[in-house]
């Protein structure tokens, strides 16, 4: 499974954004799902994960201000990102946690 992250762009520091990870089938994202991000030079690292029963998981640099989410009937699991900074600033990606292969990102730039 592949999936492919949308939604991203520029935004001022205090922003918001919502981020979409989009699937043919809802098989593909009824399975534990992560968003991840990467810094130009830095390893790409999981931000927030949200597992079969819809429970989930934030790193604290990021938990109280993005929210991951699962909707059914788009087949689209979300990240909603609020009170962002610019060390928010990264090309996010989404990608079932068991599997290896990565979609196109979405690039997310926060302004100061």
């Known amino acids: 499974v592949q999936l492919q992250a949308s939604g991203g762009g520029l935004v001022q520091a205090g922003g918001s954004l919502r981020l979409s990870c989009a699937a043919s089938?809802?098989?593909?994202?009824?399975?534990?799902i992560g968003w991840y991000r990467q810094v130009p030079g830095k390893q790409r690292d999981l931000v927030a994960s949200?597992?079969?029963?819809?429970?989930?998981n934030y790193v604290d640099s990021v938990r109280g201000r993005f929210t991951i989410s699962r909707d059914h009937a788009k087949n689209t699991v979300y990240l909603q990102m609020n009170s962002l900074k610019p060390e928010d600033t990264a090309v996010y990606y989404c990608?079932?946690?068991?599997?290896?292969?990565w979609g196109q990102g979405t690039h997310v730039t926060v302004s100061s």
């Open positions: 949200i597992g079969r029963s819809f429970s989930t």
């Open positions: 990608k079932p946690l068991s599997s290896d292969k």
């Open positions: 089938v809802y098989e593909d994202i009824a399975q534990p």
